[in-house]
Nanobody
């Protein structure tokens, strides 16, 4: 059972990136999925989450209007489209999964490895 994140890289401020998180070894059927990030010297923080059906999403205030989370359940993959990136978005981004909605917002049960996003000014 693995969550594999990809899509990170170096981008200039104002640019865009799309992160992907593919699940393997399990269908994660019924699981909510989410993204967290950890900037250098800071604690890990919630970024965005989406329910299994995709009908409900939740975003951190710092990314509302700029980031969009989506999922393709047929591919067991979740995406994070990041637009209008700012230097303060620089962090390692982690994908996560949990069957409980409240947990995906705070302390998910399953974690993937991180992918580094660097936004230059």
């Amino acid at each position: 059972v693995q969550l594999q994140a990809s899509g990170g890289g170096l981008v200039q401020a104002g640019g865009s990136l799309r992160l992907s998180c593919a699940a393997s070894g399990s269908t994660f059927r019924g699981y909510a999925r989410g993204w967290f990030r950890q900037a250098p010297g800071k604690e890990r923080e919630f970024v965005a989450a989406i329910t299994w059906s995709g009908g409900t999403t939740n975003y951190a205030d710092s990314v509302k209007g700029r980031f969009a989370i989506s999922r393709d359940s047929s591919k067991n993959t979740v995406y994070l489209q990041m637009n209008s990136l700012k230097p303060e978005d620089t962090a390692v981004y982690y994908c996560a999964a949990d069957p409980r909605w409240i947990a995906i917002l705070t302390d998910p049960r399953k974690w993937g490895q991180g992918t580094l996003v660097t936004v230059s000014s």
